[in-house]
């Protein structure tokens, strides 16, 4: 019995060990908490995208069509993630974008989901999924291309 109380008493030293290590202590709101705070906040349609990683339908989605000049927005926060002045008609059914407004606004993290090595575009104050990058855009404009989901961002006209 004293056999079992140590191996119990040790495991639960390394759970612990674990969920500090994973950034999971009891002060951090744990992942339902977030889950459930994006939930009352975002559309369904984008809580699907940014929080629980989805994409939506080409062509058949708010943004990949628009011509109109403005800026696009996090519909999680707000804060202006892409311009009209960077978006091209990459013919794959999505708004695509050469570049962010600001670099520092959005992270790039690997993602390795459905068995494919990508670049995976989140905004950074949030870790919330945007979209992925590729390597593919237009040449003269950086070669890149941010795939963005419309269900992920808000389009503001000027």
Not at 78 to 104: A, I, M, Q, R, Y
Request: proline share 4%; with cysteine; glycine share 10%.
């Amino acid at each position: 019995m004293k056999n079992l109380a140590n191996v119990l008493m040790a495991g639960a030293v390394m759970l612990f060990s674990c969920q500090q290590m994973n950034g999971q202590s009891k002060n951090q709101p744990s992942k339902a908490t977030k889950e459930a705070k994006w939930k009352g906040k975002l559309s369904p349609n984008a809580y699907y995208i940014m929080v629980e990683s989805g994409t939506e339908p080409p062509y058949k989605n708010a943004y990949w069509n628009n011509h109109e000049k403005g800026v696009y927005v996090s519909a999680a926060t707000g804060e202006v993630l892409f311009s009209s002045d960077d978006k091209f008609d990459s013919g794959t059914g999505w708004p695509s974008f050469v570049k962010p407004v600001n670099s520092s606004k959005v992270e790039v993290v690997k993602d390795n989901s459905y068995g494919m090595s990508r670049d995976e575009v989140v905004e950074k104050s949030t870790g919330l999924h945007l979209g992925h990058v590729f390597d593919d855009g237009p040449a003269d404009r950086g070669g890149k291309r941010y795939c963005m989901n419309s269900g992920a961002l808000k389009f503001i006209k000027k």
